[in-house]
């Protein structure tokens, strides 16, 4: 690849990665960008460029929604960043992908697996921030998958991280921290330390934009830990307040009725209730999750009810909710309440029935704990493996220094036979090499100086033009209508209407030329919006030739894809039209708009004039100039008028395959 070819297309590709970058556009305009930098990076053959561009496409495929695209993409990056041993990336590609077979592909043991990989290589590189989110993220499998004490042991050290780092933007990570942490002192049964977690995450809610829900979920797991260690008063207190709470009633019903079941089964532990008044709660409570179609808190308020019900000798009625609650455990497999279910159903029927739920109680309690066992031995095995796996690289890396030595040694003394036979023509070759190398470097610099003397020059000559109309033949114009005004008494009145009228021409002139300077002035290039360069225009126009307007234009084109050739005629094409309403048309009101249709950009103007035969007229100037800009430009150009009913102009330009 040529050096000049080779400029533009890294040039290409930083562009079109800079435009991914812009926040300001649309998810689907920054996919657009990023595979355009990731198809040019493919043609560069540079590994490390091919990877920063795929990079960005694996982002833009996530804001975009599209998942599994995400996922391969990012495979892929992997891949390759594992190829040319970039570490970061690895780090980041590694810990998305944990993301992904987490929360998307549900699968804990690869999401876990991707995440060690991740840790380890943050951990190398001192990226203490990712390096605690990553171990969050770990904690938060091995809480799933009941591995409480590695779950608290990795959510302690990120903690301690976060809490090192303090990062006031990051309080959202400390919080997660402090509630996960929360929940396993409560499974872990250390209910005081549960109650300082939870206090910590509701201080942190504060800090948090939108922190209101946050604080709503922490209160009810915090009276959680006061219900187990029997301080009932401070946990009914809590969901009393929970309760009353007129937002939760109207925007979260589900959570409300969560708490109403929390609420009723706290004051049956504390057995200081009304009966009838607690089997309302508990009614209303699954009412509410019944019409929803919400199973879990269905689930929830059955087997409370179960209890409650068992507890005061209503066994029939405790029967069908205990029914009711193995079946929905058993539908969406939530086995602690599955297991809960078995053993109420075990002590309210007898014989035969009893004794299957005994033994299905016990052969599910025995699966599950062999299958804790075999996760935490797999999750171990992954950490193993993954030690393994670098220290054997590190084995691998040493056999592959000592074979390096040995090679650098025998190809020393090749190349110092080679350079006694060969130095001669190697030095030629060389000075080759360097001429060549200083000839592009000459050749790129003379073009990007070239460019600049272009640009210059062309800055410079509009303004002499301008400068030249404004101070010399305005000035000139100027003086000769002063001298013409200071004269106008000394003759006959028919002298006077004559001179008068002179200078009102002469008043014309100068308007005209100060248009003329104007336009000169305006630069399609120097990074002025376009639009607002044409609104400009309309609104200087119709003000001068006393017209009323509507200017409408849409913000689906990108103006600084479209040609400065384009833009220019565009521009002169309103003029144009303008400056023939104002001298032919008699017009009052003009309505101007601008859209893209079919990628395709159409723009229209209508004025409510005269209207002319256009069978007759086609061979006016103005007109004609018209089409040849448009023809100029590869667009369409159409009028529509009678005499008597105004005149539509409708332009049609090629929108795609424009280059500035």
Same mark, same amino acid.
């Given at each position: 690849?040529?050096?000049?070819?080779?400029?533009?297309?890294?040039?290409?590709?930083?562009?079109?990665?800079?435009s991914f970058n812009d926040n300001s556009l649309s998810a689907k305009e920054r996919l657009n960008f990023a595979k355009k930098a990731s198809e040019l990076s493919k043609r560069s053959n540079i590994d490390s460029l091919?990877?920063?561009?795929?990079? +960005?496409?694996?982002?833009?495929?996530?804001?975009?929604?599209?998942?599994?695209?995400?996922?391969?993409?990012?495979?892929?990056?992997?891949?390759?960043?594992?190829?040319?041993?970039?570490?970061?990336?690895?780090?980041?590609?590694?810990?998305?992908?944990?993301?992904?077979?987490?929360?998307?592909?549900?699968?804990?043991?690869?999401?876990?697996?991707?995440?060690?990989?991740?840790?380890?290589?943050?951990?190398?590189?001192?990226?203490?921030?990712?390096?605690?989110?990553?171990?969050?993220?770990?904690?938060?499998?091995?809480?799933?998958?009941?591995?409480?004490?590695?779950?608290?042991?990795?959510?302690?050290?990120?903690?301690?991280?976060? +809490?090192? &780092?303090?990062?006031?933007?990051?309080?959202?990570?400390?919080?997660? $921290?402090?509630?996960?942490?929360?929940?396993? =002192?409560?499974?872990?049964?250390?209910?005081?330390?549960?109650?300082?977690?939870?206090?910590?995450?509701?201080?942190? !809610?504060?800090?948090?934009?939108?922190?209101?829900?946050?604080?709503?979920?922490?209160?009810?797991?915090?009276?959680?830990?006061?219900?187990?260690?029997?301080?009932?008063?401070?946990?009914?207190?809590?969901? %009393?307040?929970?309760?009353?709470?007129?937002?939760?009633?109207?925007?979260? &019903?589900?959570?409300?009725?969560?708490?109403?079941? #929390?609420?009723?089964? !706290?004051?049956?532990?504390?057995?200081?209730?009304?009966?009838? !008044?607690?089997?309302?709660?508990?009614?209303?409570?699954?009412?509410?999750?019944?019409?929803?179609?919400?199973?879990?808190?269905?689930?929830?308020?059955?087997?409370?009810?179960?209890?409650?019900?068992?507890?005061?000798?209503?066994?029939? =009625?405790?029967?069908?909710?205990?029914?009711?609650?193995?079946?929905? =455990?058993?539908?969406?497999?939530?086995?602690?309440?599955?297991?809960?279910? @078995?053993?109420?159903?075990?002590?309210?029927?007898?014989?035969?029935?009893?004794?299957?739920?005994?033994?299905?109680?016990?052969?599910?309690?025995?699966?599950?704990?062999?299958?804790?066992?075999?996760?935490?031995?797999?999750?171990?095995?992954?950490?193993?493996?993954?030690?393994?796996?670098?220290?054997?690289? %590190?084995?691998?890396?040493?056999?592959?220094?000592?074979?390096?030595?040995?090679?650098?040694?025998?190809?020393?003394?090749?190349?110092?036979?080679?350079? $006694?036979?060969?130095?001669?023509?190697?030095?030629?070759?060389?000075?080759?090499?360097?001429?060549?190398?200083?000839?592009?470097?000459?050749?790129?610099?003379? @073009?990007?100086?070239?460019?600049?003397?272009?640009?210059?020059?062309?800055?410079?000559?509009?303004?002499?033009?301008?400068?030249?109309?404004?101070?010399?033949?305005?000035?000139?114009?100027?003086?000769?209508?002063?001298?013409?005004?200071?004269?106008?008494?000394?003759?006959?009145?028919?002298?006077? @209407? !004559?001179?008068?009228?002179?200078?009102?021409?002469?008043?014309?002139?100068?308007?005209?030329?100060?248009?003329?300077?104007?336009?000169?002035?305006?630069?399609?290039?120097?990074?002025?919006?376009?639009?607002?360069?044409?609104?400009?225009?309309?609104?200087?126009?119709?003000?001068?030739?006393?017209?009323?307007?509507?200017?409408?234009?849409?913000?689906?084109?990108?103006?600084?894809?479209?040609?400065?050739?384009?833009?220019?005629?565009?521009?002169?094409?309103?003029?144009? =039209?303008?400056?023939?309403?104002?001298?032919?048309?008699?017009?009052?009101?003009?309505?101007?708009?601008?859209?893209?249709?079919? #990628?395709?950009?159409?723009?229209?103007?209508?004025?409510?004039?005269?209207?002319?035969?256009?069978?007759?007229?086609?061979?006016?100037?103005?007109?004609? #100039? @018209?089409?040849?800009?448009?023809?100029?430009? +590869?667009?369409?150009?159409?009028?529509?008028?009678?005499?008597?009913?105004?005149?539509?102009?409708?332009?049609?330009?090629?929108?795609?395959?424009?280059?500035?």
């Amino acid at each position: 690849m040529a050096a000049q070819e080779s400029f533009a297309l890294l040039d290409s590709i930083r562009e079109y990665n800079k435009s991914f970058n812009d926040n300001s556009l649309s998810a689907k305009e920054r996919l657009n960008f990023a595979k355009k930098a990731s198809e040019l990076s493919k043609r560069s053959n540079i590994d490390s460029l091919i990877l920063r561009s795929n990079r +960005n496409l694996s982002y833009a495929h996530l804001i975009n929604g599209d998942y599994v695209k995400f996922k391969d993409q990012t495979t892929n990056n992997l891949k390759l960043a594992r190829k040319i041993i970039d570490s970061s990336a690895i780090a980041f590609s590694a810990q998305n992908l944990g993301w992904y077979y987490y929360q998307i592909g549900g699968d804990n043991t690869t999401a876990y697996a991707y995440l060690v990989e991740a840790l380890r290589y943050f951990d190398n590189l001192g990226n203490l921030q990712k390096k605690a989110e990553v171990l969050y993220a770990i904690a938060a499998i091995q809480n799933q998958e009941k591995d409480y004490l590695g779950s608290e042991q990795n959510a302690v050290e990120a903690l301690k991280i976060f +809490n090192k &780092l303090n990062n006031i933007d990051k309080a959202l990570d400390r919080y997660l $921290v402090l509630s996960l942490l929360g929940s396993l =002192s409560y499974k872990l049964e250390n209910y005081d330390k549960s109650i300082d977690y939870h206090n910590q995450a509701i201080e942190l !809610t504060r800090k948090i934009d939108g922190g209101n829900d946050l604080l709503l979920d922490s209160q009810n797991d915090l009276a959680l830990p006061y219900r187990a260690k029997g301080d009932y008063d401070k946990a009914l207190e809590i969901y %009393e307040d929970l309760a009353n709470n007129e937002n939760l009633k109207k925007n979260d &019903l589900v959570f409300h009725a969560l708490i109403l079941d #929390n609420y009723a089964f !706290t004051k049956f532990l504390s057995g200081n209730y009304n009966y009838s !008044t607690l089997e309302k709660d508990f009614k209303s409570a699954l009412k509410i999750a019944d019409s929803l179609g919400d199973p879990y808190t269905k689930l929830a308020v059955s087997i409370d009810l179960a209890k409650f019900y068992k507890a005061n000798n209503r066994l029939d =009625s405790s029967l069908i909710y205990s029914r009711q609650s193995y079946k929905i =455990s058993k539908d969406i497999s939530i086995n602690d309440l599955y297991l809960e279910s @078995m053993l109420l159903l075990a002590t309210l029927t007898k014989g035969e029935e009893s004794k299957n739920y005994l033994e299905e109680h016990i052969k599910l309690t025995d699966s599950l704990l062999k299958e804790e066992r075999n996760v935490r031995n797999k999750y171990a095995r992954i950490e193993f493996e993954t030690d393994q796996l670098e220290a054997e690289n %590190e084995q691998i890396s040493k056999e592959n220094l000592y074979l390096v030595f040995l090679s650098i040694g025998l190809l020393l003394t090749a190349v110092l036979v080679f350079i $006694v036979i060969s130095q001669r023509a190697k030095n030629r070759k060389l000075k080759l090499i360097q001429v060549q190398q200083k000839a592009n470097e000459d050749i790129y610099n003379l @073009m990007l100086g070239q460019q600049d003397k272009v640009d210059e020059a062309r800055t410079q000559e509009k303004k002499r033009i301008s400068e030249e109309l404004h101070d010399g033949v305005l000035g000139r114009l100027f003086g000769t209508r002063l001298s013409l005004d200071s004269i106008n008494f000394k003759d006959g009145k028919e002298a006077m @209407m !004559t001179r008068a009228n002179y200078i009102g021409q002469l008043k014309s002139i100068e308007e005209d030329i100060r248009k003329i300077s104007h336009e000169l002035n305006t630069d399609f290039v120097s990074g002025t919006g376009f639009m607002d360069i044409v609104s400009e225009l309309i609104e200087n126009q119709t003000q001068a030739y006393g017209l009323t307007y509507d200017f409408d234009y849409t913000d689906d084109i990108n103006w600084d894809s479209v040609s400065n050739k384009t833009k220019i005629n565009i521009y002169r094409i309103i003029q144009e =039209s303008m400056q023939n309403i104002y001298k032919h048309a008699n017009a009052k009101a003009i309505k101007i708009s601008i859209s893209l249709e079919k #990628n395709v950009i159409c723009l229209d103007i209508i004025d409510d004039g005269e209207g002319f035969d256009t069978s007759k007229n086609k061979k006016g100037i103005g007109l004609k #100039n @018209m089409t040849s800009r448009v023809e100029d430009i +590869n667009g369409k150009i159409t009028f529509t008028s009678q005499s008597g009913n105004g005149t539509i102009v409708n332009v049609k330009i090629p929108y795609s395959n424009q280059s500035t």
